[in-house]
Each structure stands twice: as C-alpha cells, then as structure tokens.
C-alpha cells in the first residue's frame, strides 16, 4: 500500500459512538455498558458502550482480572517505571516483588510507591528462626511475649537498646542462645510466580476493534467462532488463523492494526510494543477504507489513528 495515502490524526475522544443495541458478543438486544478496547488496566483509552454488562463481567473476569500478575506483563512494566513513573506505580502497585539480600528472598509488594517490606529482620534461637517484617514489629513482638525470644521482664528495654543500635545485615546476640539480624535487601525483581496470561486477550481486543469498524456487520455467521471462544473460554479454533507472536523489544506504546487487503480481515494487537496477536477474521466484507492502525503513546497518554484513503 502507497504509504503517503496513510493519514494519521490524534483522536478526539475516547468513546466510540454505538448506534446498535445488540450487544457485540452475545448479539442480544441488552442494555449497554462501556467497555476499554485494550484494558484500562494496561493504560488503554478507546472505549465503546457495545457490551451487555453480564459479558462486560465475563471478559473481565476470564481475560482482564489478574492480567498485570502474568510474568509476560510484569516484564511488560517494568520499562515504564523511568519512561512514566506515575502510570507505573499504577500498574505496578499492589503486585508481589522479590526482594533478596544477605537474609535471602522474601516477598514484597509495592505500597504507596513503596516495597514492603523493606527491610527482614530474623530472631534465631535453638530451635527456630522467627521473622518480622521490620525492626519495630520485633521490638513490639518483645514487649508482648519477652520470653518467647528469651528475654526476661527487666531485659526487655537493654534488648531493645541492643536492636536499635545494631548494624544492619550482621547478626547479634540478643541473648545467650539467641541471636538476631536486620537484613537489608539489595535487589528487587518482580514476581513472576503467576500464571501466564490467557491468549485469549489478544483476541478479545481484536474482535471488538473490528466491532468498531464492521459496526452491524460484526453480527455476521462467520465471526461466531471467535464470540462463542471469547464467551465460553473454549479452543480458538483454526477458522481464526489466531497466531502468538513476539517483537524484539519492548516499549511504551500500544498498537491496533486492521487490514482487510488480504484474505479476511486481519487484526494485529501489539502491546507495550512486544506482546503480539495476530488474527484473521473469516468472511470478505466490503466496508473502507482498507487499513486502520491505533496506536497508544504510554508515556505522552495519547492515541492516534492512521487511515487509508
């Protein structure tokens, strides 16, 4: 395709008017509810109120829910936290972390632009090894049950001095027998323990950016296949040519392309510039222009559309 017969606009606004009232997915004529094209989890702007709220549900809870836990998105992430620091904290916030050090890995989530826990502290005796996740829950774990660590009534505030004054990631005495240490971790990673995300996404951000464009052609016979995969988290059968795709690197950008110039309609979905899906919709429809391209800026928030003529 002439390249210079592409042109790209900002887009005004992030709701699609929907003339229907037929729901896009299970094709009933249901009150309507706004659904995010690519998730607003994962920074997505274009909206439309095509789906019923019981399929809004659905694909939040089979596709969307947990989505940012998946190690392929954690990784997706983690670039942005110097390209956009403020939608990283969003995206990043409340997830598991590992933090390791001289005490070994521990858990961690970030909380308020913070890893929590910060800092391991372990007391040690004969025959266990207790740990707090700070110094203060120690000391108050000492006023409340001295003996459980060895430390009689009048011992408790020496003991205390003891832990207040001593240097980090060297364990000491606090007691004969036992001993205690203040770990301070020295790298992070995220938490990549969590399942990996359902492929379905990319077809469901697929099928409803051809919504957009079809309109009330999306009701065709020959989409079927892909509302009955997306509402029953069924195989997604060869009829759709679904591929899995990888690009080289990531990056701070979300894309959308369609292209009915081949056989079908084809959908791209690329995410955070690395994750791709490909998908070739059944059928030859007539509608123009020939190709469509979104694309998501992460670190400006704006979003373009590139049109044939």
Partial sequence: MDEQRIRETDVPMAEVPWSGVRCVLCTLPKPLTLEHIIPESLGGILECKFLCSDCNSKM????????????????????????????????????????DGPGGPVRAILRNGRLTPERMTDVRGSEKTTT??????????????????????????????????????????????VEFANWRPQTSLPDLSAPFADPRIGLKIAYEFLALYYGEQVFHESLQDARDCLLSRSEILESLKFEELHAREYAPFHSIRLDTSCSGTRVTVRLFGYLVWRVTFPGEQTSAPQFIGYRVNLIGRKHYLAVSD
Wanted: proline fraction near 7%.
């Fill in 60 to 99: 939040g809870e089979f596709y969307e829910g947990g989505l940012l836990d998946s190690p392929e998105f954690r990784l997706a992430i983690e670039p942005l936290q110097a390209a956009n620091p403020k939608l990283y904290r969003q995206m990043a916030g409340q997830r598991g972390f590992i933090l």
């Fill in 132 to 177: 707090f996740q700070s110094v203060s829950d120690l000391k108050r774990a000492l006023r409340e049950a001295p003996a459980a660590y060895g430390v009689s009534g009048d011992e408790i505030e020496s003991a205390i001095q003891r832990i207040s004054g001593a240097p980090e990631d060297t364990r000491v005495e606090l007691t004969p027998g």
